[in-house]
C-alpha cells in the first residue's frame, strides 16, 4: 500500500509536467493546426534559464519570471520567423520546420550555457513529508499545485475571457473568425506566447526534482506529445487527463515491471490508443467529404 | 542522345558518372568514409520517399528499422556464426514482417497521428535495444566482423565505395521502374486523390502497406551494410534523432524525387562533416537548414531546381 | 433488363434525412439523369452508389447483386465507375497518367515485374498508354496527353475524369454534374463524348444542373426533392410534371 502510494506520487508529479507540456501542444494545435515538436525545448529553456539565474544570485521569483519572458519571446519568435511563413505548407513541412527549430534550440542551448546537467534547490526545503507509509518531497507539491493552478487559469481565460474565448472560436472556425473581426495573426502569436510560458512554467517546477541540460526537453516533449494525442488532439482537458494517465502509468510500470522500460511505456500506451481508439481518448471523429 | 535527356536514362547516367569520377578528388580514406555513408543514406532516402513522397505517408521511426537489421546482422554473424548475407537477408525478411504486421493499424493513421505512431515505434524499439543488453551490448554498442562476400573481404572504404556505388545505381533503377508502373501510379493515386483512385479499382491501403514494407526493408538491407563497414553499432541509429535526419534528407532533396533523394542524402552527409571545425555550432546550423529549405524551398532542391531551369527555358523560347 | 436497382434505400447525416425511401431503377444502355435542386441528395445517392457511403436502410443492386457497403475500389471490379463534383484528379500525375490509373485492373499489378520492368508488363503498359491516349482524343483531350494535371483547366479536368472513368471499362458509367463550370462550347462537346459513350453499349447515370442538356440526351429522368423521388419518366413526361415544375424548373425559369 505506501509502495503503490510512492508510485502514485511519482506519477502525478511527472504526470503534471506532461500534462503542463501536452497543453502547450493542445493550445498551438488548436489555433493553428500545428504540430510544435520545439514543445520540449520550451521546458528545457524554462528551467535552464532560472536554473542559471539562481546560480548567479538572482531570487528564485525574479529568476522563474525572467525565464518565463525569455521563453515567450523564443516562442513568439518561432511564430513569426518559422511558422508565420509557411502558414499553407502541408503536415510534413511543418512537421520538419517544428523539428529543425526544436534542433536549432537545443544548439542554441550549447553555445549559450554548455553540455552539463544544471540543478535548482527545491522551492522549500528537502523535508520529505510522510503520507501513510510513502513519503512525498515538498518539490512535488509545488509541482502538482502549479499545474492546477495554471490549469485552473487556462480554464478561466479560454471560458471567462473575450479573447480567449475568441482564440477558441478561431479553432474552430478560421474563416468565420476572421470575419468576425479576430485577428488570426494575433491568436497564433499568443497561442505560442502561451504554450512557451506554460512549457517554461514546467520546466522551472521540475528542474529541482530531475536536474535539467540542453537534451532535457526531447522526451519531455516526446511524452507531451504522448498526452496530448491519448486525450484527443486539440482537446485541452484531454491533454491533461493524458499526461496523468502517461506520468502514473509510466510510474507504476517501472515500479511493478520494469524501471528500464520506463520510458517506453507512455509510448506503448500510445500506439494502443492510436490503434483502437484513433482520436484519442477524447478526439472527434472526423469526416472526409467528397 | 534524346534518349539521355529523358530524366530517367539521363539521371542514371548522370548519377554514374559523378559517382565514377568523384573518387578523383578523394585525397584519402577519409573521404571514401564520408561518400560511402552518403551512398548508404542515398539507399534508404530512395526507399523511404516511395513511402513519403510518393504514398504520402510520414515515417519519423525508420531510424529504427535501420537499426534493426544492423543489429540482425551483429548478432547473426558473431552470436549464431551465420554467414553475412543470410544475416542481411534474415534481418531484411524479420523486420518486413514487422513493418507488415504495424503497416495496417498505423496506415489507417493521417498527419500527426500517423507521425506519433511511427515515432512511437521507432522509440520502442530504440528502448529495447538499449535495454537487453545481453543481445545487444546495450548501450555501449557491439562490435560487428567485415563482410566476408564468397571468400573475399571488403577491407577497405575504397571496396566499400564501389559496392555502395553499384547497389545505389541499382536501388534507384528499380526504384525509377517502380514509379512508372501500374504499382507506382496506384501508389501517387492514393497519394493525389484517394476516393478517385478507390473509385476505379485501386485498393489505396494495399499500396501503402507495400510501400511500409519496401522502405522499412531497404532501411534494414543498409542498416546490415552499416554494420558490417563500421564494424560498430549502438543503439544511438535507432532513436528519434537518426529517424529525423533520414526525413529531412528526403524532404530537402524533394518530395517524389528519386534523384532529389539522392542529392539530400549526400548533402546533409557531407556537411555535418564540413562543418566539423565548427563543432559548437553544428547542430544550430543543422536546425536553421532544415528550417530554411522548408520555409523558402517547401518542393525540395531538386525539383525547385528543375522548376527554375524549365521557367528560364521558357523564358527565351 | 435492368443494370441497377435502388429500393428503400435511405441515409442519415445526423438525424437529417439526405435520402428518404428511395427507389428506382436503370435500364442498362439508357442515359438516366438525376435532376433536383441544390441539396437534394444527387451527390449523396452516387456516393451510396458507389459504395462511400454506406446506406442507413434500404438496398442497391447491380447486374442482379447487392452492393450496399461493399468497397469503392471493389466496385470498380464489378463495372462500376464514376466522376465527382468536386473533381479527385490526381494532381501529382500527368493528364495520361491519370487515366492510366483508371485502367488499373486491367494491368499486370504484380510487385515484382513492376520492380524488375520484365518486358510482358512493360509492353502491356505502353498497350494501356496508347489506349488512354485514344481516350483523352475521345473526350477532347488530346492536346493534354503529356500535360501536367495541375497545369490544366477546369473544363478539361472534368474531361479527364470521364477518360478516367471510361479506362476502367464500366458497364455502368455515373457523371456528377459533367458539365458544371464549362462553357456553351464544352458543354455541347460533353454532350456528345455522353451520347458516343452510351452508343458504344455503358450505361450512363448522369447527374446534371445544365437542362437543355439533360431534356436532350436523356431516355430516363428521375427527379429528386429533399431526398425524395419528386417525379420520375420520360423527359417530356418529367418536364410536364407540375411538382417539378414548382420545386425545381419554375425555379430556373
Keep these: 500500500m505506501a509502495e503503490l502510494l510512492q508510485y502514485l506520487f511519482a506519477g502525478l508529479t511527472s504526470g503534471a509536467i506532461y500534462a503542463l507540456a ?38 528564485l521569483p525574479a529568476a522563474a519570471l525572467a525565464a518565463m519572458a525569455l521563453t515567450m519571446l523564443v516562442g513568439v519568435a518561432l511564430e513569426k520567423f518559422a511558422i508565420e511563413p509557411a502558414r499553407d505548407a502541408d503536415v510534413v513541412t511543418i512537421i520538419i520546420i517544428t523539428i529543425g527549430a526544436s534542433i536549432f534550440l537545443r544548439g542554441a542551448a550549447q553555445l549559450v550555457w554548455d553540455k552539463e546537467f544544471h540543478a535548482l534547490a527545491p522551492f522549500s526545503g528537502e523535508d520529505p513529508i510522510r503520507v501513510l507509509g510513502a513519503t512525498l518531497m515538498p518539490q512535488s507539491l509545488w509541482v ?37 473581426g479576430i485577428g488570426v495573426k494575433k491568436v497564433l502569436m499568443v497561442s505560442f506566447a502561451l504554450s512557451a510560458a506554460l512549457g517554461a512554467i514546467g520546466g522551472i517546477v521540475v528542474t529541482p526534482i530531475a536536474f535539467t541540460n540542453y537534451e532535457a526537453g526531447i522526451m519531455l516533449g516526446l511524452k507531451g506529445f504522448s498526452a496530448a494525442v491519448l486525450g484527443g488532439l486539440g482537446n485541452g482537458m484531454g491533454a491533461v487527463v493524458g499526461g496523468l494517465i502517461v506520468g502514473v502509468a509510466e510510474a507504476l510500470g517501472a515500479g511493478y515491471v520494469s524501471s528500464a522500460y520506463k520510458d517506453a511505456i507512455a509510448f506503448v ?22 | 542522345m534524346a534518349k539521355l535527356m529523358k530524366a530517367r536514362t539521363g539521371g542514371m547516367a548522370l548519377l554514374a558518372l559523378v559517382m565514377a569520377v568523384s573518387p578523383l578528388g578523394f585525397a584519402n580514406a577519409y573521404y571514401y568514409d564520408v561518400a560511402v555513408g552518403a551512398l548508404f543514406n542515398a539507399m534508404i532516402c530512395v526507399g523511404l520517399n516511395l513511402l513519403i513522397g510518393y504514398g504520402g505517408q510520414i515515417s519519423l521511426g525508420h531510424g529504427a528499422f535501420f537499426a534493426l537489421g544492423a543489429y540482425a546482422s551483429a548478432i547473426g554473424t558473431s552470436r549464431w556464426g551465420l554467414p553475412p548475407l543470410a544475416a542481411l537477408a534474415g534481418g531484411g525478411a524479420l523486420v518486413g514482417l514487422l513493418a507488415f504486421a504495424l503497416a495496417r493499424p498505423i496506415l489507417r493513421l493521417k498527419g500527426h497521428y500517423l507521425a506519433m505512431a511511427t515515432l512511437g515505434v521507432g522509440m520502442i524499439i530504440y528502448i529495447v535495444l538499449k535495454t537487453e ?11 560487428v566482423d567485415p563482410l566476408t562476400l564468397a571468400g573475399f573481404t571488403l577491407a577497405t572504404d575504397r ?159 | 433488363m435492368s443494370l441497377l436497382r435502388v429500393q428503400s434505400l435511405s441515409k442519415e447525416f445526423g438525424g437529417v434525412h439526405a435520402i428518404e425511401d428511395l427507389s428506382f431503377s436503370v435500364a442498362a444502355g439508357t442515359i438516366h439523369s438525376i435532376i433536383g435542386p441544390n441539396g437534394a441528395g444527387k451527390t449523396t445517392l452516387f456516393n451510396l452508389i458507389t459504395g462511400i457511403y454506406t446506406p442507413s436502410a434500404g438496398m442497391v443492386e447491380f447486374d442482379g447483386r447487392p452492393i450496399g457497403g461493399v468497397a469503392p475500389s471493389r466496385l470498380a471490379a464489378l463495372g462500376l465507375s464514376r466522376t465527382f463534383q468536386n473533381l479527385q484528379v490526381f494532381f501529382n500525375m500527368t493528364a495520361i497518367e491519370n487515366v492510366m490509373v483508371g485502367a488499373h485492373l486491367h494491368l499486370d ?62 458497364k455502368l458509367l455515373l457523371l456528377d454534374e459533367p458539365a458544371a463550370g464549362l462553357n456553351a462550347t464544352e458543354s455541347r462537346e460533353i454532350d456528345q ?31 429528386l426533392d429533399y431526398g425524395r423521388k419528386l417525379a420520375e419518366g420520360t423527359p417530356a413526361q418529367v418536364r410536364a410534371n407540375p411538382d417539378v415544375v414548382a420545386a425545381y424548373l419554375g425555379a430556373h425559369s
Excluded at chain 2, 164 to 183: D, M, R
Excluded at chain 3, 123 to 145: E, I, K, N, P, T
Excluded at chain 3, 193 to 222: C, F, N, R, Y
Design chain 3, 193 to 223: 463524348v455522353i451520347k458516343k459513350v452510351a452508343a458504344d453499349g455503358v450505361t450512363v447515370v448522369l447527374v446534371e444542373h445544365d437542362m437543355k442538356m439533360v431534356m436532350g440526351i436523356s431516355d430516363h429522368i428521375l427527379a
Design chain 1, 22 to 59: 501536452g497543453l502547450g501542444f493542445a493550445i498551438i494545435y488548436n489555433a493553428s493546426h500545428v504540430i510544435n515538436f520545439a514543445q520540449g525545448e520550451f521546458i528545457m529553456i524554462g528551467g535552464m534559464a532560472t536554473a542559471t539565474l539562481t546560480a548567479a544570485g538572482v531570487p
Design chain 1, 144 to 180: 502538482v499545485g502549479v499545474a492546477m493552478a495554471v490549469i485552473a487559469g487556462l480554464w478561466w481565460f479560454f471560458n471567462r475571457t473575450l479573447f480567449g474565448k475568441a482564440m477558441l472560436a478561431t479553432s474552430f472556425n478560421r474563416l468565420a473568425a476572421q470575419l468576425m
Design chain 2, 159 to 317: 571496396q566499400w565505395y564501389w559496392l555502395g556505388a553499384g547497389l545505389l545505381l541499382l536501388v534507384v533503377w528499380l526504384a525509377l521502374n517502380l514509379v512508372e508502373s501500374p504499382v507506382g501510379r496506384a501508389l501517387r493515386a492514393g497519394h493525389g486523390a484517394q476516393v478517385g483512385a478507390e473509385v476505379v479499382g485501386v485498393d489505396t491501403s494495399h499500396y501503402k502497406v507495400l510501400m511500409f514494407v519496401v522502405s522499412a526493408v531497404v532501411a534494414s538491407v543498409v542498416g546490415s551494410l552499416f554494420a558490417h563497414k563500421n564494424g560498430f553499432i549502438t543503439p544511438d541509429i535507432a532513436g528519434f534523432h537518426h529517424s529525423i535526419e533520414l526525413v529531412t534528407m528526403v524532404v530537402l532533396g524533394g518530395m517524389a524525387s528519386i534523384f532529389g533523394s539522392v542529392l539530400g542524402a549526400l548533402l546533409l552527409t557531407v556537411l555535418p562533416q564540413m562543418l566539423a571545425g565548427f563543432d559548437d555550432y553544428e547542430a544550430m546550423i543543422f536546425g536553421a537548414i532544415m528550417m530554411g529549405t522548408m520555409i523558402f524551398l517547401p518542393k525540395g532542391l531538386l525539383p525547385s531546381l528543375i522548376a527554375l531551369i524549365r521557367k528560364k527555358r521558357g523564358a527565351k523560347p
Design chain 3, 109 to 170: 499489378r504484380r510487385f515484382w515485374p513492376s520492380l524488375l520492368r520484365l518486358p510482358g508488363s512493360v509492353r502491356r503498359d505502353r498497350a494501356c498508354r496508347d489506349h488512354c491516349a485514344r481516350l483523352m482524343d475521345f473526350v477532347g483531350l488530346g492536346a493534354y496527353v503529356d500535360a501536367e494535371a495541375s497545369a490544366m483547366p477546369y473544363g478539361a479536368l472534368k474531361r479527364l475524369e470521364i477518360a478516367r472513368a471510361l479506362a476502367a471499362k464500366p
Design chain 1, 269 to 290: 500506451i500510445i500506439l494502443f490508443v492510436l490503434f483502437f481508439m484513433p482520436n484519442g481518448l477524447f478526439g472527434k471523429k472526423g469526416v472526409d467529404r467528397v
Design chain 2, 133 to 143: 543488453a545481453q543481445w545487444t551490448g546495450g548501450p555501449d554498442g557491439v562490435g
